[in-house]
């Protein structure tokens, strides 16, 4: 190869490889360790004549207060009921179906622990190991106990400053766990009976409960006023926190996700998925210097619409909560109450690089004292915990569904297949309908069959335009030669410009095109395809631990050869799962068979369309490369495709020499002589 056809190749890779690292760096950025370091809040209680902050101001979400160094509480506040207990000593109970078991704890009345159990104690899901040689043994608990800032544990209350003693004392049962309405129900109360009420003499009552064959828990909070003035309360919770971020690549894929509605339009919505959880902390740290700089206060957590930068006032939460690649925790609003202005907040957890996040109805007003009996009100909220995916969403939504028949199943919208939509959408539910008849390994079989049989005109399209475009340079080349030897040596402008003249118009002549892009064509639009497949296998959930032949996890690295070994290869990670090395045949597969189809192209007498056959020929194999750590499924597609493109080619070329485009093969080798100039390196 001369240098001058090799410095756009490199040049062409360099670029991809840039382009690789920069989506790797600023899109999925590593995640770090949690420390292991304990930090059980200090047993304290808020001052007694300290109010509690029910309204705060638009945009200004309440701080966390830092208990003072006390050991215990007053004991006016004790009398409240503001009595933190250990977590050791606080009684639990578990509700359970199907799908799984979540542990609830009277500290707080929150989940201590949610695992993919059913009521039987089977595993639903296993955790996925970080080395993608072991096999999954391990229970998945995707919602662990908190050692830090655990008055943000999933489903603790979010009422007011009040909330990091509130959520560490202890709530009194009320009933349960019984099943009503064939649902799994808890109901618990704060201040217990045996207390007196809240300094606004009101009472909240937490009931939680889960719906059978469902990930979904449901939860409504109520608050009488036992006193004779009416109040006004800020109900809501806080949900994911602490979530396991189950078999990850990066870290950027345990994210942040907010979903947006209108109150003018149901049908409007807007997703929000960055930034990654671990870097959450810097998002928060980068709007509390820019509060500063304009006058107001630093916060410790942030309100998800200035975070997001949501400024119409028609915005509201609909859903506030984290993802890893294949599992969801979020709470989402009541649907019954459309146009309410559902807010949230984001609160980093320093200590294990992570964040809590809420969301919080808009304030309720609760009715005095009358005739005996205590005004109510209640705000109610849905908490999801399971699989990404969009059948699993739907499911979950119907198991409640809401009577608005208008209203579109938005849930479904936390699980997008990935950009573009338009190609990896149709790819998942094929791959999903595939695998329901055939099973995942050969539903990637077929859908490689059917999506390159589908390209298969363009091919051949493809290849016979350069067939016949190397046809007709053969009778054009010696005219374009003595053009090239008349201008040799004069290159002022008038001449270049009559050369490019006379050259295009012997090419014309010939009907011959100036750029030779027909049989490259193909593969540039197989790249779009590329990327909606790689969004399609990274979020198939249903491809999450499926086996298939010696694989045993179609989402993870093939691991053939037993062998793997921690390691730190800085820029070069993506060699690595998780920091692991293990020997992937699959992709060294893939590459083999790649450069085996680029040696078969035949080599065209141009050598513009020859460079560039060149450098598209090694895009693939490269692709190989920089995905060796990726999902042997994603792997074992390209695999087939590789296989089906050479036994194409050789059907394409019988035909194209049954047409007479193209000369048969010569049966005596041609001499090294006999090869144009640009071939003899």
Known sequence: MHRKEMIPMVITILVIVAGFYAVQHFFFPAKPLPANVSN??????PATNTPAANTPAANEPAA????????????????????PVARKDARTWTLANSRLTATITERGALVESLRFVDSDGKPVYLRTPNNPTREPTEVLEI????????????????????????????????????????????????PPASFTAEADDTVVYKTIALYPDTYRLEVTLRVENHGAKAVEKMLGLWGAAAMTNDGAHTGGEHSRVALYGSTASKRYTDLFQEPAIPSLAKEVANLNEDRVSEGRKAVTQADARELDDVTNPDRYLLAHGARTQFFLAFLAADPLNRNARWSGEVLPIHEINDA??????????????AAGKPGEAQVRLSFYCG???????????????????????????????????????????LLRKLTGWVGPGFAIILLTLIVRTLLSPLSYRGQKSMAVYTAKM??????????????????DRDSQMKMLTETREAMREQNVGMLPLGGC????IQLPIFIGLYRAFGSAFFLRQAEFLWIHDLSLPDATIPFSYDVNLGFLSFLTYNGVFTLNLLPMAWIGLSLLQMKMQPKPDDPQQAAMQKQMGCIFPLMGLLFYSFASGFAFYFIVSSMYSIGESKLIKRNLIKL????????????????????AA
């Open 40 to 45: 059980e809040p200090v047993a304290n209680a």
């Open 356 to 369: 809590a996040l809420s969301l919080i109805a808009p304030p309720v007003a609760v009715p005095a004292l």
């Open 387 to 429: 699989p990404r995916d969009k059948e699993t969403l739907t499911a979950a939504w119907l198991a409640l569904p809401p009577q608005d028949d208008d209203l579109l199943v938005e849930w479904v919208e936390l699980a997008p297949t990935g950009f573009p939509a338009v190609i990896s959408g149709p790819m998942v539910w």
């Open 521 to 524: 064509l193909p593969m540039l």
């Open 143 to 190: 919602l662990r106990p908190m050692e830090h800032t655990q008055h943000a544990a999933p489903l603790a209350l979010r009422m007011d400053d009040n909330d990091p003693w509130r959520n560490t004392s202890r709530w009194e049962l009320v009933s349960g766990p019984q099943r009503v309405d064939g649902a799994e129900t808890i109901t618990l109360r704060f």
């Open 64 to 83: 966390t207060p830092t208990p003072a160094p006390e050991t215990r509480p007053t004991t006016a506040a004790a009398d409240r009921g503001f009595v």
């Open 474 to 491: 053969k009778v054009v080349k010696p005219k374009l030669d003595k053009i090239k030897e008349k201008y040799q040596g004069k290159k």
């Open 660 to 679: 007479g485009i193209t000369p048969p093969p010569s049966k005596n080798k041609p001499k090294a002589d006999d090869k144009p100039d640009y071939h």
